[in-house]
T-cell receptor
Framework: AQSVTQPDIHITVSEGASLELRCNYSYGATPYLFWYVQSPGQGLQLLLKYFSGDTLVQGIKGFEAEFKRSQSSFNLRKPSVHWSDAAEYFCAVGGDMRFGAGTRLTVKP | DTEVTQTPKHLVMGMTNKKSLKCEQHMGHRAMYWYKQKAKKPPELMFVYSYEKLSINESVPSRFSPECPNSSLLNLHLHALQPEDSALYLC???????????FGPGTRLTVT
C-alpha cells in the first residue's frame, strides 16, 4: 500500500537560512510524488511534482525536491527561507494523493 | 486558470439541519475529490468522482452525500451531522486520476 512519512512534525529556521524537509514513501512501483503547502485556514497549493525523468525537480517559490529511489525519499529544499514561507508542508504520493502527516515550518526573524 | 472555487467559505449548522457545500472548476478536469481536514492533520480523502461517476467512497458515513451534476460541479450534501464532523472541507480536481490535484480554499464547517 502507498504511504508517506514526514519524520519532522515541526521545524524552525532563521530567515535567510537553508531548508530541507524530509519525506519518505512506500510504494510498489515508481511513485507519483508531490509537495503541497498550506497556510492557516487555506487550501493546499502545489509546490512541485515528480512523475519520471530528471530526479531534481524545480517548483514554485524557489523550492526544489530530489527523488532518490535508493532511499525512498523525496526531500524538499530551499536555499534561503523567507518569512512568508512559514506554513504547513505536506508530502503526498500516488494517484489518490495519500498525504504525510505534515511538517509545520516556523521562520525566525 | 488553475482555480477551484468553493462556497460557502464558512458554515455553521445545527445537528438537525440540511446544508450543501459546492465546488466548481473550469479547467476541464475529469476527476474531482472531497477531503476532510481536522486541525493540525493532513487532508483525508472522502470521495472521488471520475468522469462524473463516483469511483471511491472511503467508508464515509451516509450523513455525507456527494453529487456530481456535471463535469464542472461537485456538491456535498450534509444532513444530521455530529459535532465531530466540524472540520475544513476541501475540494480538489485533476485532469486524470493520477495527476496533480488543484485544491479549493475550503469550507470551514462548524456543527453545533
Amino acid at each position: 500500500a502507498q504511504s508517506v512519512t514526514q519524520p519532522d512534525i515541526h521545524i524552525t529556521v532563521s530567515e535567510g537560512a537553508s531548508l530541507e524537509l524530509r519525506c519518505n514513501y512506500s510504494y510498489g512501483a515508481t511513485p507519483y510524488l508531490f509537495w503541497y503547502v498550506q497556510s492557516p485556514g487555506q487550501g493546499l497549493q502545489l509546490l512541485l511534482k515528480y512523475f519520471s525523468g530528471d530526479t531534481l525537480v524545480q517548483g514554485i517559490k524557489g523550492f526544489e525536491a530530489e527523488f532518490k529511489r535508493s532511499q525512498s525519499s523525496f526531500n524538499l529544499r530551499k536555499p534561503s527561507v523567507h518569512w512568508s514561507d512559514a506554513a504547513e508542508y505536506f508530502c503526498a504520493v500516488g494517484g489518490d494523493m495519500r498525504f504525510g502527516a505534515g511538517t509545520r515550518l516556523t521562520v525566525k526573524p | 486558470d488553475t482555480e477551484v472555487t468553493q462556497t460557502p467559505k464558512h458554515l455553521v449548522m445545527g445537528m438537525t439541519n440540511k446544508k450543501s457545500l459546492k465546488c466548481e472548476q473550469h479547467m476541464g478536469h475529469r476527476a474531482m475529490y472531497w477531503y476532510k481536514q481536522k486541525a493540525k492533520k493532513p487532508p483525508e480523502l472522502m470521495f472521488v468522482y471520475s468522469y462524473e461517476k463516483l469511483s471511491i467512497n472511503e467508508s464515509v458515513p451516509s450523513r455525507f452525500s456527494p453529487e456530481c451534476p456535471n463535469s464542472s460541479l461537485l456538491n456535498l450534501h450534509l444532513h444530521a451531522l455530529q459535532p465531530e464532523d466540524s472540520a475544513l472541507y476541501l475540494c480538489a480536481s485533476s485532469r486524470g486520476r493520477s495527476g496533480e490535484q488543484y485544491f479549493g480554499p475550503g469550507t470551514r464547517l462548524t456543527v453545533t
